[in-house]
């Protein structure tokens, strides 16, 4: 029964949707519970059966461009990131998206956990296999930050790319994991999370800015990532756009690096997309503000 396909965001009677898949509303009934159990946000009341509004249902998802297509819409997985990786390695085309409503194993970056919470937040893994050289990858993180901060038109980028509101909580991250052929990217990755309608502790969320929808802040996601990719081939812009969105830039930071600390002005992101820090080369670490000098 393919209940899923009929729902949308009003309200649609047992009986009305059991007439339209020749079933009885008993049946009708059993499958809203089994798509709840399976991680699915159906909401049911006194006048049906809807889905939570802004959720990107294959139906009800239309991205404009080629980044989101083709698409596959999960309930209840471990990690988009392994749904994704084995559906690249399948061979799947460059815009290929897979979203889950709960992610059991999601992961962030250095190894932390990604916690989301069904209906509320934003999860998707999104395929890329742009032709670039290894040297150029790391241009792809800030790339993809800056996307989803042109998309939000909220808040700052913390380097590399975690999406911050005004005061600094967390409102989305990004992992990017790549796989190498020879001196060339083979595919990336990108892994999304954004809270939209409700943060872990000490987070911030969307809806605390405005009446952000998922549906909306992943169609807007796509459309700016599609229009930004070519700067992939012009850093210098890249960079010069990429520096308006940060909040990391000329301010005094300490990134714990795989190396130990290092302290100082963020001076520069180099277009390997290293960040300079007190003439030092940062390539990877986890960026904290230090108070301002007297
Ligand atoms: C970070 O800020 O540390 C990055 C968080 C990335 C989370 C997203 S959610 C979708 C995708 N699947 C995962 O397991 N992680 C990424």
């Not at 698409?71 to 990131?81: A, D, F, K």
């Not at 559906?87 to 970056?109: F, Y």
């Not at 930004?228 to 010069?240: S, Y």
Request: one cysteine or more.
């Amino acid at each position: 029964m393919r209940l899923l396909d009929l729902l949308d965001e009003t309200y649609q009677s047992g009986e009305a949707l059991a007439r339209r898949l020749g079933v009885s509303r008993a049946a009708v009934s059993k499958e809203a519970r089994r798509l709840l159990a399976l991680g699915f946000p159906v909401e049911v009341g006194r006048r049906g059966y809807r889905v939570r509004p802004g959720t990107p249902l294959p139906h009800l998802f239309r991205p404009q461009g080629r980044l989101g297509s083709p698409y596959r819409y999960l309930g209840r997985v471990g990690s988009t990131q392994d749904v994704l990786r084995a559906w690249a390695e399948a061979g799947a085309p460059e815009g290929a998206l897979v979203l889950a409503e709960v992610q059991e194993k999601g992961r962030g970056r250095r190894g932390r956990v990604w916690e989301s919470r069904l209906g509320d937040s934003l999860t998707f893994s999104l395929l890329l296999r742009p032709a670039l050289p290894l040297p150029s990858s790391g241009l792809l993180p800030l790339l993809a930050g800056l996307a989803l901060w042109e998309a939000v038109g909220l808040g700052g980028l913390k380097w590399p790319n975690d999406l911050l509101a005004p005061d600094g909580r967390k409102l989305a991250g990004i992992l990017l994991e790549a796989k190498a052929e020879g001196e060339e990217l083979a595919y990336a990755l990108l892994g999304v999370g954004v809270n939209v309608a409700w943060a872990p502790e000490g987070g911030a969320h969307l809806q605390e800015f405005g009446p952000y929808s998922r549906k909306e802040v992943l169609l807007g996601f796509l459309g700016r990532l599609e229009a930004l990719l070519p700067l992939l081939e012009d850093p210098k812009t890249l960079l010069a756009r990429y520096r308006q969105a940060s909040c990391t830039l000329g301010r005094r930071v300490r990134v714990e690096t795989p190396k130990g600390a290092v302290e100082g002005l963020a001076e520069e992101v180099l277009p390997d997309g290293s960040l300079l820090v007190g003439g030092v080369r940062v390539g990877a670490g986890e960026v904290a503000p230090l108070p301002l000098l007297e």
